[in-house]
């Protein structure tokens, strides 16, 4: 029987934070299209919700994510009936495969790079191709010692998609980007944390309640302020100092309209903790 939707993306909110996570352990939770299109839908509900404060995508069994799901759903142990050919599938029309990208693989990363909550990247295990590059565009990325991350398009003879040629080099650089990209090693988690790839690393059976306790201490930060911070960083990478500069000046206009920003400087005035309600 193939799982429901909500089943292979499993969801709740606790404390604030929406917790986000692939549940097709068996296929060491390859990412098929349906699961793409609802943790994306998820991302942009958590952003239009003001009681969601924090996001954390992790995933079940001991696989974090295995790269996009290139064969469907995992063999059965009594193999089908043979079945006649297929007729040859249709030669792509110029721009289809582009068209396919972007509306796939960019737009999942798109989603999560533009959610107005921070993303919390929790990785249990093995985090493959497109799997690596979802959990780097997280904002913060938490991983267990057994974690380890692979750019495995060559060993396909594939270009990375999934803005992997866009990630690693603002991350650590491209020469250190291209090795990753030309060779296809697994990277160790101890590794991924030397690299600059990972915020920390923590023993197996920690890693749910290290990711637990930071999201929800940013789920009872400023919520706009990181946000606008989130915002500000990201495009610091891709623009110059005249635009990074001018964003700053519009971020601090913004945020300065807040609750929290009053709060955050009322509390230091009368020399007490800060109470922040995320707006």
């Known amino acids: ?18 917790y986000i996570t692939l549940n097709r352990p068996a296929s060491m939770n390859a990412l098929t299209p349906t699961q793409r299109d609802r943790i994306i839908a998820l991302l942009h509900t958590a952003s239009a919700t003001p009681t969601t404060r924090a996001v954390v995508l ?32 249709p030669t792509p029309a110029p721009g289809d495969i582009t068209r396919m990208i972007r509306h796939g693989a960019q737009r999942l990363l798109t989603a999560v790079l533009d959610c107005e909550k921070p993303v919390l990247a929790a990785v249990n295990g093995t985090a493959a191709g497109i799997g690596a590059h979802l959990a780097l565009a997280c904002d913060l990325v938490i991983a267990a010692e057994s974690a380890r991350f692979i750019e495995v398009f060559v060993r396909r003879g594939l270009v990375p998609d999934g803005a992997g040629a866009y990630l690693l ?105 800060p109470k922040y309600l995320g707006r």
Request: net charge negative.
């Open 1 to 18: 029987m193939t799982a429901a939707p909500e089943d292979e993306v499993l969801h709740r909110t606790e404390n604030s934070v929406t």
């Open 169 to 273: 080099p603002r991350l650590i650089g491209p020469q250190k980007a291209k090795e990753l990209m030309f060779f296809g090693d697994a990277v160790p988690a101890a590794e991924a944390a030397r690299l600059g790839l990972v915020n920390r690393v923590v023993p197996d059976a920690e890693l749910q309640d290290t990711a637990r306790a930071w999201a929800e201490r940013l789920a009872q930060g400023p919520t706009r302020a990181l946000t606008l911070t989130k915002q500000l960083v990201n495009a610091s990478l891709d623009g110059d100092r005249a635009a990074s500069l001018a964003a700053e000046a519009t971020a601090q206009e913004l945020n300065m309209s807040t609750a929290d920003a009053h709060e955050g400087l009322a509390s230091f005035a009368e020399r007490r903790p």
């Open 58 to 89: 992790t995933a079940t069994g001991t696989s974090f994510c295995a790269g996009a799901d290139l064969r469907g759903t995992p063999a059965t142990t009594t193999p089908p009936a043979p079945t006649p050919a297929p007729a040859p599938a």
